[in-house]
């Protein structure tokens, strides 16, 4: 016998099927309540998560054949089901477009027309409007509970230029937009978040955006990134993090140098274990003493912003680090090239298509819950109907993050 729910107003009186409503290969059932003779009059209702009406098929939460009326639920005034929602939620996490999500969410319900050859691919819309407003309603909701909320001790940072073709730039590109990136020691994404630009104000909101701070922070040596560290947490000696200078970018930075002044071999070669312990860099620099190149003397007497050992040069920094070098921590951000490189590879060839910063943002915030293993389309479908119970079986509303006319909040 087909399962019939109880009336939300009158739990105690008789429910009959009452038909279905909905587009067609989308129809929901309808029920009535039927009270007692004398005591009022029927009245129709569904669901508070309307279910498809379905012939056959199997629930995978609850491994049994599906009733007539037992199909998928989904929110009120939704097309799509929740597990079709979620499954575009998960796509769009492992790297897919908009548009390709949209596509697979419409063939998945069947809102597709047939393929062409036999063989072939059933055609779909590849409008993505769907897509953008099932992040902009539910994506906060998945979040939530998968975003960490305070800094851990040690915080990689880093950040991953996205460029577009500009006849203005003599290089011939700009920099559109950046993604901000800070990961534990880990390898665990902690946030990830787009910017127009890396002022030191940028990285303070950034670093602002979660609870506590970090003991230390492993950077490169970018000067907007410090200073908003500064701006962030102050810099005042055992108050604010100890900023650790990525050993691979110092090293990187020296091979350039040397390489554009045609500096010798045994000097270049002394370098790629100059950062391995405190006496591999003593021998680099009596190296330098022999072979002189005056821009590397220039750049190991450049002063440098180190506010927790107080003044001193590019080469006492280096000294200080090596000498307080541990295995217990990280002297690198490579931990964070793997996932730069997933996420340069996925939003690369649509990177010019993100102008707005709060889905965008959104977006990446799927894409970390991807990186750190938390994405489960049977679990977000969960999520989805819980929230939705809680606000009578509705959503919130969709079309309110949007940029004003003539403005874009990415670039």
Known sequence: MMRRPRCPEHP????????????????RQRYKCVPPPGEGRPHVFTEPLPRLRVHGGD?????????????????????YTAREVAGAL?????????????????ITAKRALPAFHPQGRPRASRDSAIVEDWIEVFAPVLLEARLPSEWPEVLLLDDLPFRVRSRWSKSGSIVAWRVFGAVAADGSVFRLEGYPDKTPASWERFLVALDGRPQLIVSDNESGMLKGIELAWGK??????????????LRFALAKLLHRYGAPAPLRLALERAFQKRSDWERFLRFSTRYRVPALQRWLDQPDPCWWVGQCTRR?????QL????????????????????LR????????AFRNRPRTNLMLGLMQAHLNHLDNAQEYAQEIRRHALSLGGRSLPRGLITDPS???SLW
């Open 406 to 408: 003539g403005y874009r």
């Open 316 to 320: 006492e920094r280096v000294e200080w």
């Open 59 to 79: 629930c995978p939460e609850c491994e049994r054949a599906y009733g007539g009326n037992e199909g998928p639920p989904s929110v009120r005034h939704f097309t």
């Open 323 to 342: 000498e307080n070098r541990s295995g217990t921590y990280p002297t690198t951000i490579g931990a964070m090239e793997g996932k730069f490189t997933w």
């Open 345 to 352: 590879d996925q939003v690369d060839q649509r990177k010019f």
């Open 12 to 27: 105690h009186n008789k429910v009959w099927f009452d038909g279905t409503y909905g587009s067609p290969g989308r129809r």
């Open 236 to 249: 005042r000696p055992y108050e604010s993090p100890v900023v650790w200078l990525c050993h691979w970018h």
């Open 90 to 106: 998960t796509s769009v996490g492992r790297g897919s477009s908009y548009s390709y999500a949209a596509v697979e969410a419409r």
